[in-house]
T-cell receptor
Framework: KAGVTQTPRYLIKTRGQQVTLSCSPI?????VSWYQQTPGQGLQFLFE???????NKGNFPGRFSGRQFSNSRSEMNVSTLELGDSALYLC???????????FGSGTQLSVL | GESVGLHLPTLSVQEGDNSIINCAYS??????FIWYKQESGKGPQFIID?????DKRQGQRVTVLLNKTVKHLSLQIAATQPGDSAVYFC????????????FGGGTRLMVKP
């Protein structure tokens, strides 16, 4: 069965722009969570969606938002991009809670 | 809140030797721990997990040890191979916290031929 798919793979934006990243979970998985990975901060939790509802949220500003559709696909949006938003954004899916997460390969975002 | 740390940022081992990667966590309420392997250009890949009611779990060439008394876990890789070269992360979460994991900073394992 297909793994977690993230698009696009690479993205270059300039400060002040906004960006939308997409994630398609493994078929049958209803939980989708997002993580930001940077060399300095490591992997940090952004938010998690389950059945179209945000179930958990990390400690990120309101510029970071997300949503989940009825088919479990998820998008995250970052508005008013800052240089510090340059990172690898990882999406992970799971069947429910306390299940091991399956990660996608990520979207590498560069903000110039 | 939870914080998870790793003792060494880089570990270099000889091919065929055993590797031990350590991790400390701060929240005694954490009850589920996972080790991930991340290769360059890829997302983290599940290696092995352990619940807090266990102190040891074995997989294929990997063993995770959990010491709840000192809030420490380790990943042991037997007969390390070049394909094991990657960054290894430990992650922890609390019961009823949904799927929010707190990750350690990562240890880069380099295998010398």
């Amino acid at each position: 069965k297909a793994g977690v798919t993230q698009t696009p793979r690479y993205l270059i934006k300039t400060r002040g722009q906004q960006v939308t990243l997409s994630c398609s979970p493994i078929s049958g998985h209803r939980s989708v969570s997002w993580y930001q990975q940077t060399p300095g901060q490591g992997l940090q939790f952004l938010f998690e969606y389950f059945s179209e509802t945000q179930r958990n949220k990390g400690n990120f500003p309101g510029r970071f938002s997300g949503r989940q559709f009825s088919n479990s696909r998820s998008e995250m949006n970052v508005s008013t991009l800052e240089l510090g938003d340059s990172a690898l954004y990882l999406c992970a899916s799971a069947q429910g809670s306390l299940e091991k997460l399956f990660f996608g390969s990520g979207t590498q975002l560069s903000v110039l | 809140g939870e914080s998870v740390g790793l003792h060494l940022p880089t570990l270099s081992v000889q091919e065929g030797d055993n590797s031990i990667i350590n991790c400390a966590y701060s929240n005694s309420a954490s009850d589920y721990f996972i080790w991930y392997k991340q290769e360059s250009g890829k997302g983290p890949q599940f290696i092995i997990d352990i619940r807090s009611n266990m102190d040891k779990r074995q997989g294929q060439r990997v063993t995770v040890l959990l010491n709840k008394t000192v809030k420490h876990l380790s990943l042991q890789i037997a007969a390390t191979q070049p394909g094991d070269s990657a960054v290894y992360f430990c992650a922890a979460w609390e019961n009823n916290a949904g799927n929010m994991l707190t990750f350690g900073g990562g240890t880069r394992l380099m295998v010398k031929p």
